[in-house]
């Protein structure tokens, strides 16, 4: 597999009441496996179970709303690929559990220490030679031949360059030389979600990871994403993960 694999967090525990209704979406992969049934995403207008006899593969940019009706421990983690792209209407992939694979992950599972460590210096190249397992059974899959859209792409790297910006609909399709209906319905058509929702999810992924993962005041994290104050940045986090951002840093 080419190109250089970062991860950047990986846990194995309870699903709490945060995994209900919150949609997800973040520039990186996501893995998951999950020890018992119980767990849900919802993708488009389809319900997945998370079953423990499969893992999945969910690309970046991929957005979805986690349900569950039982407590099941999941293993997850969370990494980037340098030079490696895939259009987000691939979608999640579930990929049937090998014992190759359930003992990669028991290994791994071993190996976690917990925030802020996630993991021994064993269980990340561990993690690395699981990324690479997985994504070369990713690569067989017909559904990748789906090209990627390169002036939809350029709006996203236009997203990501502005975070600190109120970006509109309107900046986005004048960037990309597209009328404002035609890109509105484009880019809902390749990520699954209107632009300005898209650029709201990418900034509360965003939030919530430097929350999580630094000491970074409130007000400060405000301002870097472009909120004009922090009430207004506080008020926008909750709606959108039930909880203050001021919880997640306790």
């Not at 986005?172 to 319905?185: C, D, P, Q």
């Not at 007000?219 to 870097?224: A, D, G, N, T």
């Amino acid at each position: 597999m080419a190109g250089q694999i970062n991860i950047l967090e990986s846990l194995y525990q309870p699903l709490n009441e945060n995994w209900n209704n919150i949609l997800y979406m973040g520039n990186y992969w996501r893995f998951y496996w999950n020890n018992s049934p119980g767990a849900y995403i919802e993708y488009k207008n389809s319900t997945i179970e998370l079953l423990p006899d499969y893992y999945y593969l969910i690309p970046p940019l991929v957005s979805f709303k986690g349900k569950k009706s039982a407590n099941p421990w999941q293993f997850y983690y969370h990494f980037t690929l340098q030079d490696y792209k895939i259009s987000p209407s691939v979608g999640p992939q579930p990929f049937p559990m090998t014992g190759d694979v359930k003992k990669r992950i028991c290994k791994i599972i071993q190996e976690l220490d917990g925030p802020p460590l996630f993991y021994s210096s064993k269980g990340f190249f561990q993690i690395v030679e699981l990324t690479g397992k997985v994504l070369s059974n990713l690569e067989e899959i017909e559904q990748l031949s789906v090209e990627l859209d390169d002036d939809l792409e350029k709006a996203i790297i236009y997203i990501h360059l502005n975070l600190n910006r109120n970006i509109q609909s309107d900046e986005l399709a004048s960037h990309v030389l597209m009328g404002r209906s035609t890109f509105f319905k484009e880019f809902k058509k390749y990520t699954g979600m209107s632009p300005n929702l898209f650029i709201r999810t990418i900034k509360m992924e965003v939030a919530r990871h430097k929350i999580t993962y630094s000491n970074i005041s409130i007000k400060e994290l405000s301002e870097v994403l472009g909120y004009t104050d922090r009430f207004h940045f506080s008020k926008t986090f909750k709606k959108h993960f039930g909880i203050n951002p001021g919880q997640v840093q306790k």
